[in-house]
């Protein structure tokens, strides 16, 4: 090994490649000019980095509710040099509250259809609690609409991959999770279509109700 990259424990996943560049494109329309951005679920740790780089006024915070996964994500903010990242946290939904007690956005990426329920509807709550109103949640993935798949791959994927897998999780009906965030405060704002049958779901957080 040569000197200056045995701390390079930087994990790849190929679908971040191919998908970090489409979700930039959105973020860099909806996020905020400046403040704190949350990043749920940040597995390899490619998504933050490369949001990150693009994004120089924006702080990012990781988290992972798998530590083993910390190193990599360590690993991609030290490749990429960037100072704008703060260091990865374990972070898991179901457990409130959140370690974060305030951020001005987050983005959550391929967790809904890849955890139980429970943890969207706890995503939602977590979400309402942190943003501020007006304040932006991202969500990336695939989802049914109106309780059909958008495509059979992505049927192929429910009931071969994610069910066979773990039958809590699976593709979810985008009305669902409307309905779930609805309740929480989180109106969904923009619905985008995006490569390969995913969706970027933009949520905003609703001004609090103020008596006339
Ligand atoms: C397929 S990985 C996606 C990783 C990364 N966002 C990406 O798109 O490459 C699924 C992610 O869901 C996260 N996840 C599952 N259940 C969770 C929970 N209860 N709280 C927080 N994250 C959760 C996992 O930790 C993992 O990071």
Request: glycine share 6%; net charge neutral.
């Amino acid at each position: 090994m040569s000197e200056g990259n045995w701390m390079d424990v930087r994990e790849t996943a190929p679908s971040a490649e191919r998908n970090k560049q489409p979700i930039l494109e959105v973020l860099q329309r909806v996020l905020p000019a400046s403040g704190l951005v949350l990043e749920i679920g940040s597995g390899t740790g490619q998504h933050v980095a490369h949001f990150a780089k693009a994004l120089p006024k924006l702080t990012f915070q990781p988290s992972e509710m798998e530590a083993t996964r910390h190193a990599s994500i360590a690993a991609w903010i030290a490749h990429e040099q960037l100072v704008n990242v703060r260091p990865p946290i374990a972070l898991d939904v179901m457990r409130l509250p959140w370690p974060v007690r305030a951020a001005d956005a987050i983005v959550c990426i391929n967790v809904i259809h890849i955890s139980p329920w429970g943890a969207t509807v706890a995503l939602m709550e977590g979400a309402a609690k942190i943003l501020p109103p007006g304040g932006v949640l991202a969500t990336y993935g695939p989802y049914q609409r109106d309780g059909k798949h958008t495509s059979p791959s992505n049927e192929e994927f429910h009931k071969n991959f994610l069910q066979a897998r773990d039958p809590r999780w699976g593709v979810r009906n985008m009305e669902e999770v409307e309905k779930v965030a609805k309740r929480n405060g989180l109106d969904l704002a923009e619905v985008l279509a995006m490569p390969a049958n995913n969706f970027t779901l933009v949520f905003r957080r609703g001004s609090p109700h103020v008596a006339d």
